[in-house]
Antibody, heavy 120, light 108 residues
């Protein structure tokens, strides 16, 4: 069974940093691109960042570009999101998601999410 | 960036009703569209990809259609467990990958 378990969320002051992790199991991690998607409280889904299987291709939403860095460690079956210069508008539930196919970018499955709250 | 406009934003329906949700892309996306279902407090779940391909394990009352810029999710006979919020997502062009605003299906 494919499992994605996020961790690292919490309450952080504006301007500070946080690093999210996603532990993957049940599939060959280095065969698939991975993504982070967030959902602000009571709002819709927003794609944040994605990384190819070998880290050779990386993309970011404009809202986080220059502040967030995605990375992966295939030896540890883990995905990361380093979030710097956090803002109140970054408050959200952050999901990691595996692509459904090695050749396309729909998401299946998703983790349960880790909550990031940016507040003083 | 490709904008995804989903409608309606909410609807009320009864068990057994046929429900249709639409998603319009700001440019053609060549059937590169997925649909997700999200229940309160849960992660989104993939229903369909490539506009009309049903994910394994998803009931056949869910179907998808469309082409070009306009796509539709249909629930042929709404069941109690289908009350949820539904999102479309284009994966034709990245970055960014983009979602529709969501459609909340509520009990009438």
């Amino acid at each position: 069974e494919v499992q994605l378990v996020e961790s690292g969320g919490g309450l952080v002051q504006p301007g500070r940093s946080l690093r999210l992790s996603c532990a993957a199991s049940g599939f060959t991690f280095d065969d698939y691109a991975m993504h982070w998607v967030r959902q602000a409280p009571g709002k819709g889904l927003e794609w944040v960042s994605g990384i190819s299987w070998n880290s050779g291709s990386i993309g970011y939403a404009d809202s986080v570009k220059g502040r967030f860095t995605i990375s992966r460690d295939n030896a540890k079956n883990s995905l990361y999101l380093q979030m710097n210069s956090l803002r109140a508008e970054d408050t959200a539930l952050y999901y990691c998601a595996k692509v459904g196919s090695s050749w396309s970018n729909w998401f299946d499955p998703w983790g349960q999410g880790t909550l990031v709250t940016v507040s003083s | 960036d490709i904008q995804m406009t989903q409608s309606p934003s909410s609807l009320s329906a009864s068990v057994g009703d046929r429900v249709t949700i639409t998603c319009r892309a700001s440019q053609g996306i060549s059937n590169s569209l997925a649909w997700y279902q999200q229940k309160p407090g849960k992660a989104p779940k993939l229903l369909l990809y490539a506009a009309s391909r049903l994910e394994s394990g998803v009931p056949s009352r869910f179907s998808g259609s469309g082409s070009g810029t306009d796509y539709t999710l249909t629930i042929s006979s709404l069941q109690p467990e289908d009350f949820a919020t539904y999102y479309c997502q284009q994966y034709y062009s990245t970055p960014p990958l983009t979602f529709g605003g969501g459609t909340k299906v509520e009990i009438k």
